[in-house]
């Protein structure tokens, strides 16, 4: 802007090519061009959509079906059966012998049970053979075979009452 006045002479100072200078009455202004850029509502849209996200799968694993705990299988009886399954007899029953087996006479399955329940720091699993009549206290770390005895297996723990 070039006026007539002797005193006053002033040119538009080209500093920087990025920079544009406006001139208004008393008042120089320099500023960058705006490339219309929002970048606040670029950063608020990224992070409702992470929150729109975390919702999302809040809602989905919501939907999963789970089991009840009122619908879960309650045990009815203190041992399980794996039928046709035979393990090897454990030896450490401390008979005759340091090595001898766990073998015990049993007529039935209730007597077979009540034995395994007299010793449960022994006696985790067993095979009872009724056509024998006996019972063996087997290693529940070893894997079992299949065979013509059952398998029976301690679910519940036992408290024996020495009276």
Not at 48 to 71: G, M, N
Not at 144 to 152: A, H, K, M, R, S
Request: hydrophobic share 45%; with cysteine; aromatic share 10%.
């Amino acid at each position: 802007m070039e006026t007539n006045n002797p005193y006053y002479s002033y040119q538009t100072p080209q500093i920087n090519p990025l920079l544009q200078v406006e001139e208004r009455p008393s008042v120089l202004l320099a500023h960058r061009p705006s490339n219309n850029f929002p970048i606040g509502w670029f950063v608020l849209a990224v992070v409702l959509a992470i929150v729109c996200l975390v919702l999302l799968f809040l809602y989905i694993r919501d939907l999963i079906v789970l089991i009840e705990p009122s619908k879960c299988p309650v045990l009815k009886y203190p041992y399980a059966i794996q039928a046709d399954v035979v393990k090897p007899v454990l030896r450490n029953c401390g008979g005759v012998g340091a090595n001898s087996p766990c073998l015990f006479p049993a007529n039935s399955l209730q007597q077979a049970i009540e034995v395994c329940n007299s010793q449960p720091t022994i006696c985790q699993e067993f095979n009872y053979d009724s056509t024998l009549s006996q019972m063996a206290f087997v290693d529940s770390a070893a894997i079992g075979t299949i065979g013509n005895l059952d398998l029976y297996i301690r679910q519940m723990p036992t408290t024996v009452i020495v009276t």
